[in-house]
């Protein structure tokens, strides 16, 4: 069977097409397209992932954003409040002149956990959001009385 290709356009900053760029001929890929491809099976992969989160976790929700741009301190603030169920604590620092990282530590049901961080991803503003859990049996072994 055929693998049909699909052509699309989109637009990106000149500076954040530059770095891809750069990391693609570092990393020896044969064109954008392939990079490109490359780098939506990796979101698909960790969507999936995040899909699978269930169960008692604890996680950090590290995230980079432009604090310079008007409401995203106000919304992450927001959100923040409207989970304070799951947030531990939470860190944050400027690191360039309009850019601030944060670092949220949670507990909780995974899905919620999941929720919270893609709320946060969605953000006009934020650069950069990873999640990163630790497996439930983890925490069990451990056997934390906060959940």
């Given at each position: ?135 439930k049996e983890k925490i069990e ?7």
């Amino acid at each position: 069977m055929e693998k049909k290709l699909m052509r699309i356009g989109i637009s990106l900053p000149g500076e954040l097409l530059d770095k891809f760029d750069k990391a693609l001929l570092k990393r020896g890929y044969s064109s954008r397209s392939e990079g490109i491809r490359d780098a939506i099976r990796t979101y698909n992969q960790h969507y999936e992932w995040m899909q699978q989160i269930e169960g008692k976790r604890a996680a950090t929700i590290s995230i980079v954003y432009d604090c310079s741009k008007t409401g995203v301190s106000n919304a992450l603030a927001k959100i923040q409040h409207e989970n304070i169920d799951l947030i531990n604590s939470s860190v944050r620092f400027p690191i360039e002149p309009d850019s601030c990282f944060e670092v949220i530590i949670l507990q909780g049901e995974g899905e919620k956990i999941v929720e919270l961080a893609e709320k946060i991803l969605s953000l006009k503003g934020v650069k950069h959001s990873r999640l990163t859990t630790v497996p439930k049996e983890k925490i069990e072994k451990a056997d934390l009385k906060a959940f």
